[in-house]
Antibody
């Protein structure tokens, strides 16, 4: 059973960089075939796909966030990470990591429990 | 990007009843690349349906999906108490992948 777990600071100051890591267990990122993803949910709102990375390092980002997002992978630790720069209060959300599968832009079959990140001074 | 509009916003039904949830896309979803998720308070979304009509592993057969083009439906044939939650559709046929705003299924 694949499991994903987000970790990182729950509070980030405005204009700083939000950094989160997702640790994958029960399966290897290096095995290929999956797109390791970040998705966020603003409080009481819907879901927004941020981007994903393949084990080779290829990345795909949502154009609305592309200028501020970097997703990286560390296959030796079976982890992938999210950096979101120049954050504002609008970036306050629950951030989920998830495994993207299938064709097209991928759907998501395994999710982490999510971590709330609040942007505030 | 494709905008998904879900209706109704809230659906009030009783256990044992049939639920029909709608997801309409602003343009055709290629290859019926549409998924449905269930989310309960404080939990991550759970994949129910992909490819518009294929049930994910372990999902009971009371959940079914249908539709193509711009109109998709999630049907729960006979509601169980654990089915009351928020349901989201997601299209993954065009970049970027997008989600609907959700339908809250509440106990009447």
């Amino acid at each position: 059973q694949v499991q994903l777990q987000e970790s990182g600071p729950g509070l980030v100051k405005p204009s700083q960089t939000l950094s989160l890591t997702c640790t994958v267990s029960g399966g290897s990122i290096s095995s290929g075939g999956y797109y390791w993803s970040w998705i966020r949910q603003h409080p009481g709102k819907g879901l927004e796909w941020i981007g994903y990375i393949y084990y080779s390092g290829s990345t795909y980002y949502n154009p609305s966030l592309k200028s501020r997002v970097t997703i990286s992978v560390d296959t030796s630790k079976n982890q992938f990470s999210l950096k979101l720069s120049s954050v504002t209060a609008a970036d306050t959300a629950v951030y989920y990591c998830a495994r993207g599968v299938g064709y097209g832009e991928r759907y998501f079959d395994y999710w982490g429990q999510g971590t709330l990140v609040t942007v505030s001074s | 990007e494709i905008v998904l509009t879900q209706s109704p916003g809230t659906l009030s039904l009783s256990p044992g009843e049939r639920a029909t949830l709608s997801c309409r896309a602003s343009q055709s979803v290629s290859s019926s690349y549409l998924a449905w998720y269930q989310q309960k308070p404080g939990q991550a979304p759970r994949l129910l349906i992909y490819g518009a009509s294929s049930r994910a592993t372990g999902i009971p057969d009371r959940f079914s999906g249908s539709g193509s083009g711009t109109d998709f439906t999630l049907t729960i044939s006979r509601l169980e108490p654990e089915d009351f939650a928020v349901y989201y559709c997601q299209q993954y046929g065009s970049s970027p992948a997008t989600f609907g705003q959700g339908t809250k299924l509440e106990i009447k």
